[in-house]
């Protein structure tokens, strides 16, 4: 409507989502995030997500460690969601509102992860109940693989599959998560 | 009544709740664990074990990596579940269920790690809401800190404070907790 304005946020579709539940320094923390996901309908049919699931969102995308996310980040966020979303319902092919864990095996190695058999058994068996894996925590997973393997990746400068970590340092990075 | 029995567990009161949920493989699940714990009341007026926490309390003990945890286990998790809660307990003076974010601080403080402020700031916002945690949540917190503390250890082998980990083995360790 009015293209000079960048930062139109105000005509962005998401925006309404966001501002329903951010306060005036138009930051929201897990709880709000979880409310305003809920009320944004992006889970569908499946279950509102966890908010340790939320947490794990914002840790995402915190650059400043606040533990909150603006609306730049919850559109970020919007954008992974339904990619995530697409993923997870072309395994669902049963409208179950879950997926097999053997599914999990394949989704991850799509995403380009490269894995040892032992390491896709220990996730499975963490996100998975009964061989079942919901939309939840399939979310969970792909969030925090995403955030490990990159903070692997900035302590292994030159790409040499090994990364050392002083404990106080690798406390912050695993437990952040 | 019969001391000539060591494994006499049937006498163990513990064993009721154990034995109420364990199949025939005497073995139980994360999902059995939530169930035995809550019936056996070890939350008080707590709210009941997350799905979740009772996940890392079976990674905690899972020596053989099965996802399960058998009857000796159970005890000894018993045992770390009795001394947590009664540091929380301690913390939570005003019986709201929750103690202060703050006081995690003192409570990681007194079991003996050492941690900079940043680390201690980073578990206190992922583990806190609105300044408050939940018992659930502190339970959480000590597991991950006693798992991921034991396996940095393990590969620190000379205590120099320093450990190097493979891309496959970080995700392992972090993934599984």
Known sequence: MNPGFGGNVASDPLYGYFAAVAGQDAQISADELQRCLTQSGISGSYQPFSLETCR??????????????????????????????????????????????????????NFGYRLSPQALNIIMKRYSLNGRITFDEFLSCCIRLRILTDQFKRRDATQ?????FQYDDFIQVTMSV
């Open 160 to 164: 040499s599959g090994s990364a050392s």
């Open 56 to 109: 794990l969102m914002i840790s995402m995308l915190d650059r400043d460690m606040s533990g909150t996310m603006g609306f730049a980040e919850f559109k970020e966020l919007w954008q992974s969601l339904n990619q995530w979303k697409t993923v997870f319902v072309s395994y669902d092919q049963d409208r179950s509102g879950t997926m097999e864990s053997q599914e999990l095996q394949q989704a991850i190695a």
